[in-house]
């Protein structure tokens, strides 16, 4: 199993940006896919993830209502849309596959992608 995490860059606070984890190898549908993040001299912390059905959801209290993570099975594809960026929100952001139900534990996770980096600036 191999996944790509893309879509960082720089951006201005308050802007917005898309990531994408595609997947090579396998078939998403199976797996709930996890987004980390790991910020300069901070450990790595769960973002967001998505079952394999969909139906259930997972955000850190620090990204709800500005992140929102979905998945498009057609492009083996879970994208993680961040709006009104902080700078805070800087970090490389890595995706992660797992069984079927989501976990906020990265030790839960089998395979990961290399990660991107998303600076946000002001």
């Known amino acids: 199993v191999q996944l790509q995490a893309s879509g960082g860059g720089l951006v201005q606070a308050g802007g917005s940006l898309r990531l994408s984890c595609a997947a090579s190898?396998?078939?998403?549908?199976?797996?709930?896919i996890g987004w980390f993040r790991r910020a300069p001299g901070k450990e790595r912390e769960g973002v967001s993830c998505?079952?394999?059905?969909?139906?259930?959801?997972y955000y850190a209290d620090s990204v709800k209502g500005r992140f929102t993570i979905s998945r498009d099975r057609a492009k083996n594809t879970v994208y993680l849309q961040m709006n009104m960026l902080k700078l805070e929100d800087t970090a490389v952001y890595y995706c992660?596959?797992?069984?079927?139900?989501?976990?906020?534990?990265?030790?839960?996770?089998?395979?990961w992608g290399q990660g991107t980096q998303v600076t946000v600036s002001s």
């Open positions: 992660a596959t797992r069984s079927a139900y989501c976990s906020r534990y990265e030790n839960d996770y089998r395979y």
């Open positions: 190898g396998v078939t998403l549908d199976s797996y709930a």
């Open positions: 998505i079952s394999s059905s969909g139906i259930s959801t």
